[in-house]
Nanobody, 127 residues
Framework: VQLQASGGGSVQTGGSLRLSCAPSERTFTYNAMGWFRQTPGKERDFVAV????????YIANSVKGRFTISRDNAKNTVYLQMNSLKPEDTAVYYCAASNRDYNAIYDYTRIGDYDYWGQGTQVTVSS
């Protein structure tokens, strides 16, 4: 199965974007879906994660209050709504799915917790 991330683009500071992530197989199941982001020369950082039921969710402190993660069960699609974007949010954003069965949603914050990765979508925020 492949994860298909979309919705990236270029916006000005303060703008909004909504990223989407959907599996190539609509019946694909997972325990959690997360978003990470990466800038050149840096590690891939955790952004947000959501349980397959749609709750609970966990957001990184760096984007809390500006980003939200949600899930459309009918479409088996996870969204990352990004508001009040800042230049430091500029990165390639990756979605990832995990089959791990952790007790707490905040355990899904490491790259190694995920089994499937999307191709990435570029988000550029200009000042």
């Amino acid at each position: 199965v492949q994860l298909q991330a979309s919705g990236g683009g270029s916006v000005q500071t303060g703008g909004s974007l909504r990223l989407s992530c959907a599996p190539s197989e609509r019946t694909f199941t997972y325990n959690a879906m997360g978003w990470f982001r990466q800038t050149p020369g840096k590690e891939r950082d955790f952004v947000a994660v959501i349980n397959w039921r749609g709750s609970p969710r966990y957001i990184a402190n760096s984007v809390k209050g500006r980003f939200t993660i949600s899930r459309d069960n009918a479409k088996n699609t996870v969204y990352l709504q990004m508001n009040s974007l800042k230049p430091e949010d500029t990165a390639v954003y990756y979605c990832a799915a995990s089959n791990r069965d952790y007790n707490a949603i905040y355990d899904y914050t490491r790259i190694g917790d995920y089994d499937y990765w999307g191709q990435g979508t570029q988000v550029t925020v200009s000042s």
